[in-house]
């Protein structure tokens, strides 16, 4: 059984192997056979098969387990790194190679979700919402009215939008993300659902909401919304968000006035 090499040089073997250099080159600074760098790089990558013409390289399950762990780390965030990585393990393929590599793993590229950045602040009212409301039950639930404001553009959407075309295909005007000037407008809008059914919604005109808006938003959609299901405002909580025109003075005092009772939402909703 041969013997084996001692911890510092597996370690020196191994920088080497990631640097991309030949097992020749690395056997002879270290004074062994080739045969036995090979052999450690099998066994830290997995076999590699020389890329034949006209054929796709062939990964190795072991190294693909390898990739699959970096990804899931975040050591590796896009195609590029894999395929440099894949470079530096000895496998000669193209970029579109390592791509259909990881297609074969499962992998799919999708687009980033944009979440807002929570702080460590964040994370602990987060933390105190959840534990204060942990012992609600369903009922308890139905009595809440969620509430929220949203804008709606009149004129497509904010976010990307993609098409399917052919290489060669012509711009057609469905290919194209068509604006008018100013952007073409846009509704502010305030709503409410219940465990009912959905609520009233209004526009807020001049596309600004104060605390008196929203103060009259409630004294009248609201209010409608309740009667319309019939439930009492004194036993109903409205949820809202962390938005200062909800949390004013004036705002905490009108609700005190007319008997609503609120509940706010979790922090950087």
């Known amino acids: 059984m041969p013997r084996a090499l001692p911890q510092d040089t597996q370690d020196s073997i ?4 990631m640097s991309n250099r ?5 056997a002879d600074e270290f004074d062994i056979h080739p045969k036995t760098v090979r052999r450690y790089r099998n066994k830290l990558f997995g076999p590699t098969v020389p890329a034949r013409r006209g054929r796709h390289t062939l990964v190795s399950s072991a ?22 990585m ?26 980033k979700k944009k979440q807002p950045l929570l702080t460590n602040n964040h994370r602990k009212q987060r933390l105190a919402w959840a534990k204060k409301y942990q012992s609600w039950s369903i ?19 904010d976010g990307c939008r993609y ?12 290919h194209m993300d068509l604006s008018v000037k100013h952007g073409g407008g846009k509704l502010i809008m305030w709503g409410c659902i219940t465990s009912e059914g959905p609520g009233y919604a209004c526009q807020i005109y001049d596309g600004t909401m104060d605390s008196l808006v929203y103060q009259h938003i409630l004294g009248t959609t609201y209010m409608e ?17 962390n938005d200062p025109k909800h949390k004013s003075k004036s705002t905490m005092s009108w609700l005190q006035q007319n008997k609503v009772r609120a509940c706010v939402a979790f922090a950087e909703t």
């Not at 191994?14 to 192997?17: D, G």
């Not at 030949?22 to 690395?26: E, T």
């Not at 009922?139 to 959407?157: A, L, M, R, Y």
Request: with cysteine.
């Open 63 to 84: 190294t693909k387990e390898y990739i699959k762990v970096l990804l899931i780390k975040g050591a590796l965030k896009t195609a590029k790194d894999v395929h440099r």
């Open 86 to 111: 894949l470079m530096r393990l000895g496998y000669s393929m193209s970029y579109r190679s390592a791509i259909n590599t990881l297609v074969s793993m499962g992998f799919h590229a999708r687009r």
């Open 22 to 26: 030949s097992p020749k080159d690395i």
């Open 139 to 157: 009922q308890q639930w139905h009595q809440v009215v969620f509430s929220d404001e949203t804008k709606i553009n009149i004129w497509g959407p």
């Open 163 to 174: 098409y399917w075309t052919q290489p060669g295909d012509v711009l057609r005007p469905h």
């Open 225 to 241: 919304t309740l009667k319309y299901y019939g439930m009492n405002k004194c036993t109903i909580y409205l949820q809202q968000d």
């Open 14 to 17: 191994k920088s080497a192997l």
